[in-house]
């Protein structure tokens, strides 16, 4: 049965940074492209970037140049970087496969 599980959220003052993971199994992960999306309350889930199995990347621009998504093919692990976090940034962050899986979200609260 695929997992997807997330962990690395929590509470942060602006300006500093978190280090998401999501950790796959039960399903392929190797050359399956990967996204973490978030979901801000009442506002819908959006892309935040995306990973291939070759390592192209793509951004959402509110996030371009402070964030970075990474992966270890040999850990089925995705990581998400997020440096510079702002108070807009707070959101629940989800891994997503583009087989059709979702982890079950990670808070992230940007907040002095």
């Known amino acids: 049965q695929p997992q997807l599980v997330e962990s690395g959220g929590g509470l942060v003052q602006p300006g500093r940074s978190l280090r998401l993971s999501c950790v796959v199994s039960?399903?392929?992960?190797?050359?399956?492209?990967m996204d973490w999306y978030r979901q801000a309350p009442g506002t819908q889930r959006e892309l935040v970037a995306s990973?291939?199995?070759?390592?192209?990347?793509n951004y959402a621009d509110s996030v371009k140049d402070r964030f970075t998504i990474s992966r270890d093919n040999a850990e089925n692990t995705l990581y998400l970087q997020m440096n510079s976090l702002k108070p807009e940034d707070t959101a629940v962050y989800y891994c997503?496969?583009?087989?059709?899986?979702w982890g079950q979200g990670t808070q992230v609260t940007v907040s002095s």
């Open positions: 997503h496969s583009r087989l059709g899986y």
């Open positions: 039960g399903t392929a992960f190797r050359f399956v492209t």
């Open positions: 990973i291939s199995g070759g390592g192209n990347t």
